[in-house]
């Protein structure tokens, strides 16, 4: 199995500023994903993160937004951009392995 | 597009049985996979469906009909510890990305 680091697991942010989200796997993985969790709610698809290329965004999730890198096979980061309150939410990557997908631990968003 | 159906929440008590079910519309399937979270923990893994019938995992199972889009994850001997949400997820052609249903809260009471 995989193992993924995600950090941090926490922030609060102000409003207007950009955070950014790591993820590091512990093997090479052809695809990662990142979803986000919005309170008491189940995970929605930002995007698909694709090794040396653009990543592949969901209807209602945009690339000036929600800017995501992909610079090998093991590591992602995904920036929540020009925050507002309305994007505190958990905001998870994701892998797929032969057997299943794998999550990292989290990031827990506040803005403020 | 996807469109994954479970029940919000759900109570049993310690010692029972429950089945949670969940219904999809898909544009296409390719596997379903079923996740437990627990309150500020990430999903983890379950059971996997992509052929019709019965997956059994120790106090865990899950189904599979796809001619009815339909599976249910059924959990026997319910413990205190398997209170937690239980997500639906589906899995495409296109893209190898998972789709997920609202996801089920289930309360276990003593």
């Known amino acids: 199995s995989a193992v993924i680091s995600q950090k941090p697991s926490r922030d609060i942010c102000q409003r207007g500023t950009s955070l950014t989200i790591q993820c590091q796997v512990d093997?090479?993985?052809?695809?990662m994903f990142w979803y986000r969790q919005q309170p008491g709610q189940s995970l929605t698809l930002i995007a698909t993160?694709?090794?040396?290329?653009?990543?592949?965004?969901e209807s209602g999730f945009v690339i000036d937004k929600f800017p995501i890198s992909r610079p090998n096979l093991t590591f992602s980061t995904l920036t929540v951009s020009n925050m507002s309150p309305e994007d505190s939410s958990i905001y998870l990557c994701?892998?797929?392995?032969?057997?299943?997908?794998?999550f990292g631990s989290g990031t827990r968003l506040t803005v403020v | 597009g996807q469109n994954i159906d479970q029940p919000t929440e759900m109570t049993a008590t310690e010692g029972a049985i429950v089945q949670i079910n969940c219904t999809y519309q898909?544009?296409?399937?390719?596997?379903l996979f079923w996740y437990q979270q627990h309150a500020g923990e990430a999903p983890t893994f379950l059971s996997y469906n992509v052929l019709d019938g019965l997956e059994e995992k120790g106090r865990f199972s899950s189904f599979l009909s796809r001619s009815k889009g339909y599976s249910y994850l059924l959990l026997k001997e319910l413990q205190m510890k398997d209170s937690a949400s239980y997500l639906c997820a589906v899995r495409g052609n296109a893209g190898n990305m998972l789709t997920f249903g609202g996801g089920t809260r289930l309360m276990v009471k003593p």
């Open positions: 093997s090479q993985v052809t695809m």
């Open positions: 994701s892998v797929a392995l032969v057997y299943g997908y794998t």
């Open positions: 898909t544009s296409g399937f390719n596997g």
């Open positions: 993160a694709n090794q040396g290329s653009e990543a592949t965004y």
